[in-house]
C-alpha cells in the first residue's frame, strides 16, 4: 500500500487548511488511519485518528476543537481539516495506516503503524 499526502502549505495565524492523504494499492475501508505531525529537531507526535469504519476518532489536546478528521472510502482518501491554525502548528504532516486496529492508548503512537505517507510541509505565519 502507497499513502500520498497533499494539501500543505503556507498560511497566516487563523487561517485553514485541508491535508489530503491518498491511499493506493488497497482499499482504504480496511485501514485505521492517523495524521501525525514533526517539527525541525522534534519528535514525531500524534495529531488525530480515525478508525476504518470511521465510527471512532481521536485528537490530540493541542488540536481539539480546531482540526477536524474525515475519510471518503469512494475516493480512497482521508482528510485533516486544519482551522484557527497557530504558529505551533507548523510542522511537516504525515498520514499513516494500519489494518489492524491500534489499542486506544496507542492509536497517536508512531510505531504501532506500518505505512506512511512522504508529508507535507504546513507553515503558519504569525
Known amino acids: 500500500v502507497q499513502l500520498q499526502a497533499s494539501g500543505g502549505g503556507l498560511v497566516q495565524a487563523g487561517g485553514s487548511l485541508r491535508l489530503s492523504c491518498v491511499l493506493s494499492g488497497d482499499t482504504l475501508g480496511y485501514y485505521h488511519i492517523a495524521w501525525f505531525r514533526q517539527e525541525q529537531g522534534k519528535e514525531r507526535e500524534g495529531v488525530s485518528y480515525m478508525s476504518n469504519r470511521g465510527s471512532t476518532t481521536y485528537y490530540a489536546g493541542s488540536v481539539k476543537g480546531r482540526f477536524t478528521i474525515s475519510r471518503d472510502d469512494a475516493k480512497n482518501t482521508v482528510y485533516l481539516q486544519m482551522n484557527s491554525l497557530k504558529s505551533e502548528d507548523t510542522a511537516v504532516y504525515f498520514c499513516?495506516?494500519?489494518?489492524?486496529?491500534?489499542?486506544?492508548?496507542?492509536?497517536?503512537?508512531?510505531?504501532?503503524?506500518?505505512?506512511w505517507g512522504q508529508g507535507t510541509q504546513v507553515t503558519v505565519s504569525s
Open positions: 499513516a495506516a494500519k489494518k489492524s486496529r491500534p489499542i486506544l492508548s496507542a492509536v497517536l503512537t508512531p510505531s504501532v503503524y506500518y505505512d
